[in-house]
């Protein structure tokens, strides 16, 4: 798509310099869902609209994101998880007008949003609530509640995004706690749901771009842990890692080639 792989690119080295320069972790999840947060920020989000990341511990992609589109500075970026910071490692309660809720501790995203439709809904306001979340979030039972409320109450105005990178803090989706089939589940709850590859911006494209009016919808993205360097792919230990300068370095050389 024109220009995407250009803010790509730039997002993708902004969020790697931003992560070594503070020398945290949690890039893998990050990279698994910057794609989406870029698209949805770019091309889909209004100003009526609401976007809730409910998988707080991609904070970095979040703040890379907003920085893209010119609501955080390179100097907000070089605070990052700073002593004094308002770019902690979760989204943070106050300080970026952007972000309406602190999340991280995982569950509680779906909720808040839920609440958030809901009440857009009872006083006919207009615009949409997106709530991202990841696969290994779906092993808390908070979700499952709110998945109740949001389709009973048929909440049109409600769109969940999964990056389902299959992987989670000890381990893949599958071996710690597994689901089988999310998109049958939703399904049988009476949502709308369709997984596509949460990489391909044609295909995040045309999901966003599709108009169903029955309830709440849900869109599941097969993504990557560590989208696009080769080191980080599809590995469980980048849930946790920083990078050395030689592993920077070769993240910068591989996302400048993508």
């Given amino acids: 798509m024109d220009g995407f792989s250009e803010l790509r690119r730039k997002a993708k080295t902004r969020l790697?310099?931003?992560?070594?320069?503070?020398?945290?972790?949690?890039?893998?999840?990050?990279?698994?869902?910057?794609?989406?947060?870029?698209?949805l920020y770019h091309r889909v989000i209004q100003p009526c609209d609401v976007f809730v990341l409910s998988k707080g511990h991609s904070a970095g992609a979040l703040y890379t994101t907003l920085w893209s589109i010119g609501r955080l500075s390179d100097e907000d970026l070089r605070q990052f998880h700073r002593d004094g910071t308002k770019l902690s490692g979760h989204p943070p309660v106050k300080g970026i007008s952007d972000i309406l809720f602190a999340t991280g501790s995982l569950g509680h995203g779906l909720s808040l949003s839920a609440g958030m439709a809901m009440g857009k809904a009872f006083r006919s306001e207009p615009g949409q609530v997106f709530c991202l979340l990841s696969d290994g979030e779906w092993n808390e039972g908070s979700n499952w509640e709110a998945l109740i409320f949001a389709a009973h109450h048929r909440l049109e105005n409600l769109l969940l995004i999964i990056d389902a990178n299959g992987l989670q803090g000890f381990g893949t989706t599958k071996d710690v706690a597994d689901l089988g089939s999310l998109v049958d589940k939703f399904r049988a709850f009476g949502l709308s749901a369709e997984e596509i590859d949460g990489h391909d911006i044609d295909a995040i494209a045309g999901a966003f771009a599709r108009d169903v009016r029955a309830g709440p919808r849900v869109i599941i993205a097969r993504t990557r842990k560590g989208c696009g360097v080769s080191f980080m792919e599809?590995?469980?230990?980048?849930?946790?890692?920083?990078?050395?300068?030689?592993?920077?370095?070769?993240?910068?050389?591989e996302v400048s080639r993508a």
């Fill in 16 to 39: 790697l310099t931003m992560h070594f320069e503070s020398g945290v972790g949690h890039i893998g999840g990050n990279l698994s869902s910057l794609d989406l947060m870029l698209y």
């Fill in 234 to 253: 599809n590995k469980m230990e980048w849930h946790y890692l920083p990078m050395t300068p030689a592993q920077y370095q070769q993240a910068l050389d």
